[in-house]
């Protein structure tokens, strides 16, 4: 049982872990938009974007440390 809990636990950190650099990818390209562009309305929503996914980063940093510790209890038992 806590073989299986171990298990998904990993799988879980294996999905958080290669989503935090697409998360940067994506509010790195909203950010270049968003200096690239003319229109205001267009500007701002691409700022939004990129905050958005910065959002996501810290969210799923958090995430992962949960996880974490999460596994170090499996671990021990």
Known sequence: MADDKAREIERMIEVVV???PKERQARDLYRATAKGAT???TRL???KLAADE???E???RAVLD???KE???CVER
Do not use: A, N, P, V
């Open 18 to 20: 290669r989503s935090i």
């Open 45 to 47: 929503l691409f700022e």
């Open 54 to 56: 910065e959002g996501h």
């Open 66 to 68: 949960i996880l974490k």
């Open 39 to 41: 229109m205001d309305m």
């Open 71 to 73: 596994m170090d209890g």
């Open 58 to 60: 810290i969210k799923l």
